[in-house]
T-cell receptor, first 111, second 114 residues
């Protein structure tokens, strides 16, 4: 079945860019999502990209999709301490009614 | 409008007891999902409801776990004869019932089994 993999930790300095990477296995995945989870809270949808796009920008967030390599990345420009959280990559499959989540990347932002 | 609401936010119970966790989805969302998140882990899919269709129960880890959704809205996840390994955060999400709709999550119920 579909597998979504992410690195577990990333540490950056405040003001630097953060890049969180994700790979997925099901080439038929149509939508790919990035969620953010802060302590004690559920997952908050940050952004998503359709599989026929290769880039999407939304303010400080840039999503890059390499469909050939099944690789997705999330770049956060000018990272702030408030960006410290767990970031989940997710892929929709099975006709778009099921979503498989990665294990999450914990982002630490050092002041 | 109101988001996905889960209750209780925290539940501590003794091993062997039954627990019920409640999820109130966003109004108008016909799809509802339950996930389990163990400490430091990703999301484990448990069950999915879509409208009046039979639920997808493929993620339920054992027959001690069950869920129902009454009237196409509120859902209850029940864990019978709880075990210590059931300790986790149980997250509920809802979405519109068409394909590829993003899921909106509640804040979860943190379940601790003593």
């Amino acid at each position: 079945g579909e597998d979504v993999e992410q690195s577990l930790f990333l540490s950056v300095r405040e003001g630097d860019s953060s890049v969180i990477n994700c790979t997925y296995t099901d080439s038929s995945s149509t939508y790919l999502y990035w969620y953010k989870q802060e302590p004690g809270a559920g997952l908050q949808l940050l952004t998503y990209i359709f599989s026929n796009m290769d880039m999407k920008q939304d303010q400080r967030l840039t999503v890059l999709l390499n469909k050939k390599d099944k690789h997705l990345s999330l770049r956060i420009a000018d990272t702030q301490t408030g960006d410290s959280a767990i970031y989940f990559c997710a892929a929709a499959l099975d006709g778009g009614f099921k979503t498989i989540f990665g294990a999450g990347t914990r982002l630490f932002v050092k002041a | 409008g109101a988001g996905v609401s889960q209750s209780p936010s925290n539940k501590v119970t003794e091993k062997g007891k039954d627990v019920e966790l409640r999820c109130d989805p966003i109004s108008g969302h016909t799809a509802l999902y339950w996930y389990r998140q163990s400490l430091g882990q990703g999301l484990e899919f448990l069950i999915y409801f879509q409208g009046n269709s039979a639920p997808d129960k493929s993620g339920l880890p054992s027959d001690r776990f069950s869920a129902e959704r009454t009237g196409g809205s509120v859902s209850t996840l029940t864990i019978q004869r709880t075990q210590q390994e059931d300790s986790a955060v149980y997250l509920c999400a809802s979405s519109f019932g068409t394909a590829n709709q993003p899921q909106h999550f509640g804040d979860g119920t943190r379940l601790s089994i003593l």
